[in-house]
């Protein structure tokens, strides 16, 4: 494997819960750009891409996927449900003015307006892998706030046993929804300490810049242990609640797509093998890790499942 050397970057951060952070795995330290460039235009469908400060998290020392493959093989069935699909049509979608509602069992819901969350966040670089169900992959280097940070502003209650998240519904916009492929919105949703895991991210841009409309501006969820489909794009609302919330795969095919969906080779999806992988750019298939990579980090959070059972 790749060991990048950056003797100017020093360790930090991301070790709350006890996590242990692999050496090779975790380049850290401080590299803010001094850049705030988040006054983007209010009107007229896709922001500019915006610079963003950011410092260096959690990331795989693995190549990034170029920028041109990250913004132009997409799945985004709210904008078509063809690859190409949404990077032609999602400039469409408005995303200034933008809320997010957090809610449900919490002591103070609020509705953060999308400006003011980033403002009041710490930003961080952190490149992941991406495995999608289909049997494709990419290293992303996104910008983003642990989700978990987002959670404890709205005080979650003891009632709070899941996350519930919802994509923005907006037919005029997002044109896919005039077709019944899923029923929209698109609906996501993890145990509480899923998301309360400092590996789960809010990504708010990637390669540096504000995100592309097509990877789920303004803001969009990123959990690398799991197939790609429970990293939902273009969020507005998140819910805190005290059962297994619904979820658009799981109620489209739920004997294809469980409500975990954690990435494991030794549970194939029933049309398709998932112990390989196609990583985009490269010609060979190469073997798919359980939790995509993370076990190390996240196996814990499954113990004593029956993961064939909670796929
Ligand atoms: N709202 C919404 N979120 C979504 C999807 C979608 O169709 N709608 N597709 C999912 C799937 S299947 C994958 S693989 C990832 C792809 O993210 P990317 O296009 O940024 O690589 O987004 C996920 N999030
Ligand atoms: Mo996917």
């Given at each position: ?153 709205v005080k979650p209650t003891s009632k ?152």
């Open positions: 494997m790749l060991i990048r050397h950056r003797p100017d970057l020093t360790e930090n951060d991301v070790t709350d819960r006890g996590l242990y952070l692999r050496r090779r795995e975790f380049i850290a330290g401080a590299a803010g750009l001094g850049l705030a460039g988040l006054g983007l235009a209010g009107s007229g469908g896709a922001a500019a891409a915006a610079p963003l400060a950011f410092t260096k998290g959690f990331s795989t020392p693995e190549k990034p996927t170029p920028k041109d493959d990250i913004t132009s093989y997409n799945n985004f069935y709210e904008f078509g449900v063809d690859k190409s699909d949404p990077a032609e049509n999602a400039g469409r979608l408005k995303t200034r003015p933008w809320t997010v509602r957090v809610d449900g069992a919490c002591e103070a819901p609020r509705t953060f307006d999308i400006d003011e969350l980033i403002k009041g966040q710490k930003l961080e670089e952190r490149i992941y892998r991406l495995r999608c169900v289909e049997g494709w992959s990419m290293v992303i280097p996104w910008v983003g706030f642990p989700l978990k940070d987002l959670i404890a502003a709070a046993k899941f996350v519930a998240f919802e994509t923005l519904m907006r037919p005029s916009e997002m044109t896919g929804q005039k077709w019944d492929v899923l029923q929209w919105p698109y609906r996501e949703g993890l145990r509480i300490d899923e998301a309360t895991h400092p590996l789960a991210l809010i990504a708010v841009g990637l390669y540096g810049e504000t995100l592309p409309n097509q990877n789920g501006a303004p803001l969009r969820l990123v959990v690398p242990w799991k197939y790609g489909f429970k990293s939902i794009k273009s969020i507005t609302r998140i819910s805190l609640v005290d059962r297994q919330p619904p979820t658009a795969w799981n109620r489209s095919a739920p004997r294809e797509y469980g409500f975990y969906s954690n990435v494991n080779p030794a549970v194939d999806h029933p049309r398709w093998s998932q112990a390989s992988e196609r990583r985009i750019g490269e010609f060979r298939r190469r073997e798919t890790l359980a939790f995509n990579g993370y076990g190390e980090w996240v196996a814990d959070l499954y113990r004593g499942m029956d993961l064939k059972k909670f796929y």
